[in-house]
């Protein structure tokens, strides 16, 4: 497969498609400027998608007719990603209008500049007479702003976010998740206390006794979008800088976590788990001020370096935590990588740093590598990497709802090819809004026994926190608790040897939250509130039985946990069957009945002559 880089010069909505840098560079740069500006291409033109809620958001994207959108805007179609000509633009534009009056608009276009258009009408003699129009007319501008936590377009006049009620000046950015959603910049009562602590416990731990090691450099902060669109890109720097804040704030790192040097993966170590076009490919954004490889996946120059480091950090502590030099880390990393496959790079991520750490950690000694991920959305690309491995076991808990979420990969019945089947797990989420108790309870049922029947040397989580509750693209349930008790769970595995590696997440106030807590556990802090004793939903436990029966073919393990919740499914809808029925006579008997003439009917409908006859038996 050739992969493709999509380059934007200047603002333009457009992109070239298999453009080649060569000498003949500039000159297709000044073509297309001049093409654009005569056709009167509005500057601003590019991907109209605009998020109203979460819901409309989760709608709009996975839609209701099977197709599957880009986790970011499903209206960036090829049409904005491909070349138009100024011949093919006038040709569109003027599709409906007759040949005379076609030909006058085309010759004044190119005469004219965008700003000529904008002044002058000397093409719409065809059109109704304007005598009457004022150009002095007041023309009020709609003032916005977008929102720090969420990215969601506000209007101005309002002081907190209409979606998820954060302040307009929130200090989030400079506080974390402490400083307060409904006021202005300050830290809340809770942040006083974190400050006075851990003031203590700062200033008395050692070198050598941090055994949690974080990966950060502030460079990877400087891939962002360069392009200006409707609304801010999910994947955004501020989402480093808040979960930095509420770490530093929690006097958590720096203080209690020991920092490791970030380097730039080598073109070898990448070669390992990437085809050498795709690494070219990234690399060649360097050169280029503003790219799109997908229409949800950016670059800028700086963007290659970044995705760089984040893998080589990654990497590192790999290797870090099974040389016994730390107990286990966490990577503070962007650009994603759970998307990236071997031949490309799609859905905000550019190189596959989960891939990059287990590979490293084979090399380091390790036997077998169990990598979870549970970012909402399946990780393809890692599942590509590893499908035919059975050096490493891939589990994955995500929304699939029948493949109408992104990626629309990670069915149950995606289990590995070529002799690695059972070493891809799939736990598919047929609905959104799935919280904390389907996550534990498919932990319970389905993680931890393949996992222990796997028994990994090495565990790496893929850790999005896009299903955290008020993320806007996940718009799920999962809570900082939730995530803790996971990371609890899984901690039990290899030794405690476990590396988390930030992937998604959105809303800057949960995924600052959840990482915050997700860290704590990684110190040896209890994480808090038991889930273990909570029931699933219905949905929840239809998605683990379907699991169980795909993937007790390949874990023996797993056999009796089936039949066991093969017998609770069957007790669960037979007393879902009784409330039903009972539910059904409730609404067959108006209330009105109960007075008048129908008063013996009503009481037979409702079962009360029933219970009065047993009563005097």
Known sequence: MKT??????????????????????????????????ANGEAENSNCPESFLSPRQDCKRRHGSNGTIATPYDENCTNEHMVGVSSRDATEDIDTNIQPDVAFKKARVQRELTLQDMYNQDSFDDDDEDDSDWEPMQKHFEIMKWFCTNCTMVNLDDVVHCDICGEHKESGILRHGFFASPSSQDGPTDVELEFKGKYKDMQSGVSFSNRCTAIGFDERMLLHSEVEMKPRPHPERPDRLRAIAASLATAGIFPGRCHPISAREITREELKMVHSLEQIEAVDLSSQIHSSY????????????????????????LASTILSGRAKNGFALVRPPGHHAGVSQAMGFCLHNNAAVAALAALAAGAKKVLIVDWDVHHGNGTQEIFERNKSVLYISLHR??????????????????????GYCVNVPWNRGGVGDNDYVFAFQNVVLPIASEFDPDFTIISAGFDAARGDPLGCCDVTPAGYAQMTHMLNALSGGKLLVILEGGYNLRSISSSATSVIKVLLGENPGCELGDSAPSKSGLVTVLEVLKIQMNFWPSLASLFTELQSLWEIYAAE??????????????????????KRLLYQIIKGHLRVRSRGVN
């Open 4 to 37: 493709k880089i999509y380059l934007q010069i200047f603002m333009s909505p457009y992109t070239l498609e298999h453009l080649h840098v060569n000498s003949e560079y500039s000159m297709v740069i000044e073509a297309l400027q001049t093409s654009r500006l």
């Open 293 to 316: 490889f997908t229409p949800d996946t950016y670059a800028n120059e700086h963007s290659a370096r970044a995705a760089r480091l984040a893998a080589g950090l990654c990497a590192d």
């Open 400 to 421: 699939h709802e029948g493949g109408r979420f992104y990626p629309g990969t990670g069915a149950a019945n995606e289990v590995g090819i070529d002799g690695a089947e």
């Open 576 to 597: 879902n069957k009784k409330k039903q029925i009972k539910k059904i006579r409730r609404a067959d008997a108006p209330i009105w009945w109960k007075w008048g003439r």
